[in-house]
């Protein structure tokens, strides 16, 4: 959010999908609106709405996030008239980027500990169906870390509260601005 320069848009684009994703579970949960498509799966199982639709934010706001990080950086590139660098496609290799093309830390950025820790429910329910991943169940921190979003991790899965989403939308947008700072100090 730079009045100086209207090419950041790119931000203020971010916070607005932040903020849909964080408030949408709201809106939907108190219209008591049913969700289209729900039904009971045939090899068992149900999912409350308020469930789902705290799910499908967590992997909103984390999607967002990741394509901000990514964007932001060949914002930089291009305004810098400089060829981008190649996309990084995981989070480590998004870490290393950045550490590399812009000489910026994301590990140590505001909100960092909110993202890391949706980055870790994302996977989960992404990649495990909601059952930790055997790449997560060898992290002897998860449960430390997932208490940045009041998520506690019990048996294999990770059990978001209904405080999860808001505690990760303040991160990511913490993160965000951080990002965005930083890249334009460095122009």
């Not at 108190?30 to 149900?46: K, N, V």
Request: negative net charge; glycine residues 6%; aromatic residues 6%.
């Amino acid at each position: 959010m730079n009045d100086l320069e209207p090419s950041w848009s790119l931000t203020d684009d971010a916070l607005v999908l932040i903020l849909h994703a964080e408030n949408d579970i709201n809106e939907t949960m108190s219209t008591h609106r049913p969700l289209s498509g729900m039904r009971i799966g045939q090899l068992g199982g149900t999912m409350a709405d308020e469930s789902w639709l705290r799910e499908t934010a967590i992997l909103r706001l984390i999607s967002t996030v990741e394509a901000y990080t990514n964007a932001a950086s060949e914002m930089f590139f291009t305004m810098k008239s400089l060829p981008p660098a190649k996309t990084p496609f995981t989070w480590p290799q998004r870490i290393k980027h950045y550490k590399n093309q812009h000489s910026i830390d994301l590990e140590a950025r505001d909100g960092w500990d909110q993202v890391k820790a949706g980055i870790d429910l994302r996977n989960c329910l992404a990649h495990g169906l909601g059952n930790l991943t055997e790449l997560l169940l060898s992290e002897v921190a998860l449960g430390v870390r997932m208490k940045h979003i009041n998520v506690s991790v019990s048996g294999n899965r990770m059990h978001p509260t209904v405080t999860t989403v808001s505690k990760l939308a303040a991160g990511c947008r913490r993160f965000v601005l951080d990002i965005e700072q930083e890249l334009i100090t460095l122009l």
